[in-house]
């Protein structure tokens, strides 16, 4: 069982930044690949980035690319979500999630843990 709490969000002005962090409970934090997904009011979840288990790999979402790092912390069994050049439509709830396969998988359903959301809201 692992469990996941975000934080980190909070209201910025386009072209800020933000740096989320998912914190994770439980000793086999290192062998999970980790996801950031965001839900946007009125929106379906959607996939933001992963991250392979050494940290080694990684994917983004086109909207995501160039502008978002993911990257973490085994040894504190932390994921981060750096978030810069920030816009309005970037404003949703940030969800971090766990993968226990060792494949980097963009799909919801594939992951096996998720923790409560932190809020981002960009404002114009």
């Known amino acids: 069982q692992v469990q996941l709490v975000e934080s980190g969000g909070g209201l910025v002005q386009a072209g800020g930044s933000l740096r989320l962090s998912c914190a994770a409970s439980?000793?086999?934090?290192?062998?999970?690949?980790m996801g950031w997904f965001r839900q946007a009011p009125g929106k379906e979840r959607e996939f933001v980035a992963v991250?392979?288990?050494?940290?080694?790999?990684?994917d983004y979402a086109e909207s995501a690319k160039g502008r978002f790092t993911i990257s973490r912390d085994n040894a504190k069994s932390t994921t981060y979500l750096q978030m810069n050049s920030l816009k309005p439509e970037d404003t949703a709830v940030y969800y971090c999630a766990a993968d226990r396969t060792t494949v980097m998988v963009t799909t919801i359903s594939k992951y096996d843990y998720w923790g409560q959301g932190t809020q981002v809201t960009v404002s114009s």
């Open positions: 439980g000793r086999t934090f290192s062998s999970y690949v």
């Open positions: 991250i392979s288990w050494t940290g080694g790999s990684t």
